[in-house]
């Protein structure tokens, strides 16, 4: 019976345990991740449009300094996404937008060793008041749309800017090492 009962044990038991155990270390470890990356940081990202052109702002300070990119920032507490869009795009470029932003996109960023993701959410409008202002942020210049200067931009730009710029709407995973290494990356084109 003992003989019996360790050569099972040994076998299947073992082999079972060793199955369970990893399925449980999985489990830990899967929602340890989840837990620790289901906390996003939303952003907004806002491209002004006039026919052929589209309005970018250089970053002067913080966050990719140096770099041209949309209009944007962080959504603070008690504010829709859109307002807080709205709002950044006026901070940083002197911009108003009365009517509701064309919500096109939703961009997931995650970088290599950090647990917070970021939630891009990306808005164009044709539709404005007021003239591009340079702010102590960013320095608006109107690009035509094959002047674009993505060697001066994040890395993502160049593959999802052309959806953005002709009206699509999308979404997209990104994972970088770093701001510059794009390690993989899937967009997708939405059908409304
Ligand atoms: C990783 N690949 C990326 N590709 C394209 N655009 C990206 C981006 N990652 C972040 N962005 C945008 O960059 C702005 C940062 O804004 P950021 O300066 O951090 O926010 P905010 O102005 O609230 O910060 P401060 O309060 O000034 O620190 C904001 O529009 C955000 O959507």
Known sequence: MPS?????????SDHFIGVDLLGVARAILGGAKIMSTCKNKVLT???????????????????????WNGFGGKVEAGETI????KRELHEESGLSVSN??????????????DP????????????????????????PQWFKHQDIPYKDMWPDDK????LMLNGKYF????KFEGLTNLLEYEINEITK
């Not at 859109?82 to 869009?85: I, L």
């Not at 979404?171 to 990104?174: D, I, L, T, Y």
């Open 4 to 12: 019996r009962w360790m050569a099972h044990s040994s076998f299947s």
């Open 45 to 67: 990202l806002v491209f002004v449009l006039r026919p052929g052109e589209v309005l970018l702002g250089y970053k002067k300070r913080g966050f990719a300094q140096g770099w």
């Open 82 to 85: 859109e307002e807080g869009a």
């Open 100 to 113: 509701e932003l064309d919500h096109v996109g939703v961009l997931m960023f995650e970088f290599v060793n």
């Open 116 to 139: 917070v993701l970021l939630e891009v959410h990306v808005y164009r409008t044709y539709s404005y008041t007021g003239t591009p202002i340079e702010t102590e942020e960013m320095k």
């Open 159 to 162: 593959l999802w800017y052309s």
């Open 171 to 174: 979404n997209g995973n990104f």
